[in-house]
C-alpha cells in the first residue's frame, strides 16, 4: 500500500513509464489529446494502466489529484499539433 503523497512522478512509475523530468515533459508533448478524448480513454494505455486511472479517478483518493493533474497536462493544447 502506497502512503506518501502522490505525486506526478510517482504516477508515472506506478503506469510503468520513465519518471524522469525531461521524459515526462517528452511523454506530455507527444501525447496529447482531443478535447472530446477522455484520459482514461487515450488509445495508448496498457489495459493496467487504464484501470490504475480509472480505479483511482473513481476512488477520488489521494491520486485522483495527479491523474486530474495528468489529464489537463495532456488536454493543453486540445490535441493540436505543435
Do not use: C, R
Request: glycine residues 4%.
Amino acid at each position: 500500500m502506497f502512503d506518501g503523497h502522490p505525486t506526478l512522478e510517482l504516477l508515472f512509475e506506478q503506469l510503468g513509464l520513465d519518471s524522469s523530468e525531461a521524459a515526462i515533459e517528452t511523454f506530455i508533448a507527444d501525447h496529447q489529446l482531443d478535447q472530446n478524448m477522455p484520459l482514461h480513454k487515450a488509445p495508448f494505455w496498457s489495459q493496467s494502466q487504464h484501470d490504475f486511472i480509472i480505479s483511482h479517478w473513481k476512488k477520488d483518493d489521494d491520486w485522483a489529484i495527479v491523474v486530474d493533474e495528468l489529464n489537463a497536462l495532456l488536454h493543453q493544447n486540445d490535441g493540436e499539433q505543435v
